[in-house]
Every structure is written in C-alpha cells, then in structure tokens.
C-alpha cells in the first residue's frame, strides 16, 4: 500500500464540505449535502501563549501550525470547521481556527498557512470519558 500523502506532508485533514442541498423526504426540508474533502498539511507543535492562560483550558489541545501541502487553498470551510485527522499517525480531531488574510497569489505557490488545536481520540483521551 502506499501513502496517499505527498512527501512534506505529516497531517492528513478530512473536512466535511458542504456541496449543496436536497429535499428530505420524510419531512420535506432541505437538508445540507456533504463530501468529505481530504487536505494534506505539514504541521508543527508549538506553544500558544494566549490559551495556555486561559482558566479551564483544555489540557489535552495540542496548538499546531503549518502549510497546506496538497491542495494548497482550502475551499467550503472556515474557521470553528473540525476534521478529523491524522498528524503522525496519531489520530484525532483538528480544530481549524482563523488565520490572517494572505494574497491569493503567493497560497498557490506557498500553501494555506493553517494552525489550530489537535485533540488525539482514542485509549486516554478525555474525549473518550
């Protein structure tokens, strides 16, 4: 089996990305129609001072920050989306939070700058208890 992942990617992100609506047939509403959308990302652990002071803060959020790797722009999602992922074959929630606006033109060469919290799910997490 091989790696999906290009070779400076250490994180697989699975957005699910909203695609349109259609009409639910036991009620009649529209409901939201969805793909899961893979994005690949070379991310980092690094310190966030600002929530580290935060009283009740969760201990077991790793902050990460890095690039999109493959594609380089992401599309249908936005700060506050969660995917679930994979970063160094630990498994998990990433949690994407806002990042500064960036001309359009240097994402398609350098990649989407990305950082957000990592919760790893699975034997002692607290998302388990």
């Known amino acids: 089996m091989t790696n999906p992942a290009p070779p400076l990617a250490n994180a697989t992100l699975v957005f699910s990305v909203a695609g349109g609506y259609a009409v639910d047939s036991t009620t009649g509403n529209y409901v939201e129609t969805t793909s899961d959308v893979s994005y690949y990302a070379t991310l980092k652990q690094s310190r966030d001072p600002q929530y580290e002071q935060r009283i009740g803060a969760d201990e077991s959020a790793i902050y990460m920050k890095g690039r999109l790797v493959s594609p380089l722009a992401l599309s249908g999602v936005t700060a506050g989306d969660t995917a ?46």
Request: proline share 4%.
């Open 84 to 129: 679930a992922a994979t970063i160094e074959s630990q498994e998990g929630r990433f949690e994407l939070l806002p990042t500064t606006a960036m001309t359009e033109h240097y994402r398609q060469f350098l990649g989407t700058p990305i950082h957000g919290y990592f919760r790893v799910v699975g034997a002692g997490s607290v998302l388990n208890r």
